[in-house]
């Protein structure tokens, strides 16, 4: 074991955890806006800002939340069978972070650059995902601080 919870790896790894979850989850919240506020702009400023939030839900967000599924995991190593990753509450936080991963990667990467593109058919995709994923958050923010079947 190379720490136990307290120690200073182990509470290295938890800041990084923590700090991977807030980037990788402002999009959650800032997007939708950034969208709704953005069908004033002309179509090339519009399709320009659609652009840039696809390019960095696949350059940061995305293995923002990867990152931070992988620092659970290693949190969990680390606990010394404190946080085995048999407990229910970790198996349904495994459960909700691939669902998150797959409707991100799947589903609102894809529709923000179909949008950025021009296609505002895309925009109900990612209107329906987005709720979906602040869920999910909501969900595992609860398994993370509750631990339900501790």
Do not use: C
Not at 83 to 88: D, G, P, V
Not at 123 to 146: N, Q, T, Y
């Amino acid at each position: 074991m190379v720490a136990a919870i307290g120690d200073t790896p182990y509470n290295i790894v938890l800041v990084l955890h923590i700090l991977s979850a807030l980037v990788a989850f402002a999009p959650a919240f800032v997007h939708p806006l950034l969208i709704q506020q953005s069908k004033g702009m002309d179509t090339g400023s519009r399709q320009a800002l659609l652009g840039h939030l696809m390019g960095n839900g696949r350059r940061m967000y995305g293995p923002a939340l990867i990152i931070n599924g992988l620092l659970g995991f290693a949190l969990s190593g680390m606990s010394g069978g404190i946080y085995a990753l048999s407990q229910t509450w970790l198996i349904a936080a495994i459960v909700v972070w691939i669902a998150m991963n797959g409707l991100i990667h799947a589903v609102l990467i894809p529709a923000e650059r179909a949008m950025s593109n021009g296609d505002d058919s895309a925009e109900a995709r990612f209107d329906k995902a987005g709720p979906v994923v602040a869920i999910l958050l909501v969900i595992m923010l609860i398994l993370m601080v509750f631990k339900p079947g501790v």
